[in-house]
């Protein structure tokens, strides 16, 4: 579960030893341009993955092209050989669990053209019924037209479906009181809490502290991580609830990840470090050599091409 690098200068040596490919297109450039995946992965050098390389996670699925958090995104992912998707949890009025980033539902879907007179359409305002009859590809192409916001259990399944891997957050849990046991419930329901899963395939993460602190102690077993970049003298007081601190990719440097990893988790193993939201080449090189162990991006073809992550 957990990835340990030798030391931030193995890997930046290996970020910048890595020749980049000038080859053909790559399956994720094909999809956005709407060529067949399948075509363009035959076409494409096969990844080079490194030693020491940081784990990948596509972004709400691989978010630059396919909507995001639907399950197209999560197979764009799984076509580029992604074994790691992250997602965004949220609860409707009727109690469903649904995978989507806003608490509100009016940029990743048609709700206001359905449901004009119901502003500012927050997910906690309408049931999952009425969510699951919106429209949520047209906003990102025509090609995703008739995409569905999916319910968590959905998500769970067609992840699972390619055995893939789930980097799970809970968003905004101070809007839905109970949403850490409801999720773990769902988790329990969809055959994710077994002891392969939670081992190997599973980790909860948010930006709330109490969050990440309520699905600790409801599920000490499970791997936990927290949304966001505590000062370093602080840092041992999250080692008492979580395993990773996972900042956004402008806030550390080196030191800081040096620091996070000399701390231990709450399981025992050194403190683990994904950054987000990288998609530019070169930030992913400057990341790797600061040490971090993962890299969450909306492009995970292009960080795999800059890094060598798997």
């Given at each position: 579960?957990?990835?340990?690098?030798?030391?931030?200068?193995?890997?930046?040596?290996?970020?910048?030893?890595?020749?980049?490919?000038?080859?053909?297109?790559?399956?994720?450039?094909?999809?956005?341009?709407?060529?067949?995946?399948?075509?363009?992965?035959?076409?494409?050098?096969?990844?080079?993955?490194?030693?020491?390389?940081?784990?990948?996670?596509?972004?709400?699925?691989?978010?630059?092209?396919?909507?995001?958090?639907t399950l197209a995104a999560v197979d764009l992912a799984e076509d580029l050989g992604i074994d790691w998707v992250e997602n965004d949890v949220q609860r409707t009025k009727d109690g469903e669990l649904v995978v989507i980033?806003?608490?509100?539902?009016?940029?990743?879907?048609?709700?206001?053209?359905?449901?004009?007179?119901?502003?500012?359409?927050?997910?906690?305002?309408?049931?999952?019924?009425?969510?699951?009859?919106?429209?949520?590809?047209?906003?990102?192409?025509?090609?995703?037209?008739?995409?569905?916001?999916?319910?968590?259990?959905?998500?769970?399944?067609?992840?699972?479906?390619?055995?893939?891997?789930?980097?799970?957050?809970?968003?905004?849990?101070?809007?839905?009181?109970?949403?850490?046991?409801?999720?773990?419930?769902?988790?329990?329901?969809?055959?994710?809490?077994?002891?392969?899963?939670?081992?190997?395939?599973?980790?909860?993460?948010?930006?709330?502290?109490?969050?990440?602190?309520?699905?600790?102690?409801?599920?000490?077993?499970?791997?936990?991580?927290?949304?966001?970049?505590?000062?370093?003298?602080?840092?041992a007081l999250y080692a008492e609830f979580t395993d990773r601190i996972n900042p956004w990719h402008t806030t550390i440097t080196a030191e800081w990840v040096a620091a996070v990893h000399a701390l231990r988790g709450v399981?025992?193993?050194?403190?683990?470090?994904?950054?987000?939201?990288?998609?530019?080449?070169?930030?992913?090189?400057?990341?790797?050599?600061?040490?971090?162990?993962?890299?969450?991006?909306?492009?995970?073809?292009?960080?795999?091409?800059?890094?060598?992550?798997?």
């Amino acid at each position: 579960m957990y990835v340990r690098h030798v030391a931030a200068a193995a890997a930046a040596f290996l970020g910048w030893a890595l020749v980049l490919s000038g080859g053909p297109a790559t399956t994720a450039t094909a999809a956005a341009s709407g060529e067949s995946t399948t075509a363009a992965a035959a076409t494409g050098r096969d990844p080079v993955r490194l030693v020491g390389a940081p784990v990948l996670y596509a972004h709400r699925g691989a978010s630059a092209y396919a909507p995001e958090n639907t399950l197209a995104a999560v197979d764009l992912a799984e076509d580029l050989g992604i074994d790691w998707v992250e997602n965004d949890v949220q609860r409707t009025k009727d109690g469903e669990l649904v995978v989507i980033h806003d608490d509100t539902l009016a940029r990743t879907t048609d709700v206001e053209t359905r449901y004009p007179d119901r502003k500012p359409w927050r997910v906690a305002d309408f049931t999952a019924a009425e969510i699951a009859g919106l429209d949520a590809g047209s906003w990102f192409t025509p090609q995703f037209a008739g995409a569905r916001v999916p319910t968590l259990r959905q998500y769970l399944d067609r992840v699972r479906f390619n055995q893939q891997k789930l980097l799970l957050e809970i968003k905004k849990p101070e809007l839905y009181p109970g949403i850490e046991q409801d999720t773990l419930r769902v988790l329990e329901e969809a055959g994710w809490l077994g002891e392969q899963q939670v081992e190997n395939r599973l980790v909860v993460q948010s930006f709330s502290v109490d969050c990440v602190r309520t699905v600790h102690s409801l599920r000490p077993d499970l791997i936990t991580a927290f949304l966001g970049t505590p000062a370093a003298e602080d840092l041992a007081l999250y080692a008492e609830f979580t395993d990773r601190i996972n900042p956004w990719h402008t806030t550390i440097t080196a030191e800081w990840v040096a620091a996070v990893h000399a701390l231990r988790g709450v399981h025992g193993e050194p403190l683990e470090v994904d950054t987000w939201i990288v998609d530019d080449p070169a930030v992913a090189r400057k990341v790797q050599a600061m040490g971090v162990d993962g890299i969450i991006t909306n492009a995970p073809d292009v960080v795999r091409e800059a890094v060598g992550g798997f």
